[in-house]
Structures are given as structure tokens and as C-alpha cells.
């Protein structure tokens, strides 16, 4: 059995974009990184090993384990960038347990200046996604299903580098459609696992174990 170990280091369409963040007033001052990592950390910690008190705060799953990264869980009330209010939860589980690993920030374009110091970014192709968290990749709002598709969808088919360029297929299942969002410039951080890929990869290798969810 794998051990999972603490270690410190998008509603409606409307509603995906006001989520989707950018500079703010909102913002802290804090210039340090280290003081920047240290206020995130301080505010997620209640949500390290208790996925119902995210869900409790408005965090819904938007997607399903994506292989080597987690579960996406986003709260669409969140928007402005606040290194201390991530709009996406990133979880791992093992069997009845849930592990927070990574916060993650979306944006619409890349950001002039990063949020973060040393910040890298991924990209998330435009999709329509399910209230159960399953998602199928779509150019337009029109092009998404009312249900998720009752078939297999694969990951590979984008861009090499995107987060969601998965090796593993996504089971739809037939659950009615939540939102649709546009393309995306993605910011992981992980906070709350060790990431050999470092702090700012889309990926970590260390999730391997728990891909099948």
C-alpha cells in the first residue's frame, strides 16, 4: 500500500471566466518568496487532509485523476490573484484517503510578470467539463455534449507539454455539463508534496503510484 505523507517544502461558462485569474488589487504585497510560500501554505493547511472541508467551501471536482498531477478541485467564487486563495485544489487519494498536493492558478493569457517569483507555467486546452468531474476537450461551447459522452475519451491527443496531455483515457459518464472554458495558462505549485520535477511542474513523478485513482 502506498503511504501518503504530509512534507513541507471551473458552475457555468459565466462563471469559469470571473475565475480565471489575473494581477489584482486582491493581492498580497509580500515580495519574499519564501514568505509568499509560507502565507499559502499557512492558509491551505485546513484543507492538507480534509477534502470535505474544501468541498464544505465551495470546492467542486472539475476534474478526474489526471495521470502523474491529481484531482482538480475548483472554487468559482475565487477570482484575483491571491497567493493565499488558490482558485484550484490539486488532490491525491489512496483508497478512502485524499492528499492535498498542489495549488494551482489559471489564466487566460500568460501572465507579463510572474506571480511568483521563479513561477513556470502549463497550458489546459479548452474543454467541457462535468459535474462529476469528467471533461472533453471542445473549441467552443457549442461543441460540448449535455452529457458527458458515454465513451472513452483519450488524453494524448494534445499538445506534448500541456497539463492535460494524459497517457491514460478519461471515462465519461453520462453526467450533465457543468461549464466550458477556453484555453488556459496553467501555474502549479506544489506545497504540499514533493515534487522532484520542482515546485512549479505541471507533473510529479511521485504521483505515478496512484494514477488509476
Not at 15 to 40: D, H, N, R
Not at 101 to 107: C, H, N
Not at 165 to 184: Q, V
Request: charged share 10%; net charge positive; hydrophobic share 45%.
Amino acid at each position: 500500500m502506498h503511504r501518503l505523507t504530509l512534507t513541507a517544502p471551473l458552475a457555468v461558462a459565466a462563471v469559469i471566466a470571473m475565475s480565471v485569474v489575473a494581477p489584482s488589487s486582491a493581492a498580497p504585497t509580500t515580495s519574499s518568496v519564501g514568505a509568499q510560500l509560507a502565507l499559502a501554505r499557512v492558509a491551505t493547511a485546513k484543507y492538507a487532509t480534509n477534502l470535505a472541508r474544501a468541498k464544505a467551501d465551495g470546492y467542486q471536482i472539475i476534474t478526474p485523476m489526471i495521470p502523474d498531477m491529481g484531482y482538480h478541485f475548483l472554487d468559482p467564487k475565487i477570482t484575483g490573484f491571491n497567493v493565499a486563495r488558490p482558485p484550484i485544489l490539486v488532490y491525491v487519494r489512496n483508497g478512502t484517503q485524499w492528499q492535498l498536493g498542489a495549488l494551482e492558478w489559471v489564466f487566460q493569457k500568460r501572465p507579463a510578470k510572474p506571480p511568483i517569483p521563479g513561477a513556470r507555467y502549463g497550458t489546459f486546452a479548452a474543454a467541457c467539463h462535468y459535474l462529476d468531474g469528467t471533461f472533453l476537450f471542445a473549441d467552443s461551447r457549442s461543441k460540448c455534449p449535455a452529457t458527458s459522452p458515454a465513451t472513452e475519451i483519450s488524453c494524448g491527443t494534445v499538445a506534448p507539454g500541456s497539463q492535460a496531455a494524459c497517457t491514460a483515457a478519461i471515462r465519461a459518464t453520462g453526467s450533465r455539463l457543468n461549464f466550458w472554458h477556453g484555453p488556459l495558462i496553467t501555474m502549479h505549485l506544489w506545497l504540499w508534496y514533493p515534487n522532484p520535477a520542482g515546485l512549479y511542474s505541471d507533473t510529479n513523478p511521485l504521483m505515478r503510484p496512484f494514477n488509476k485513482g
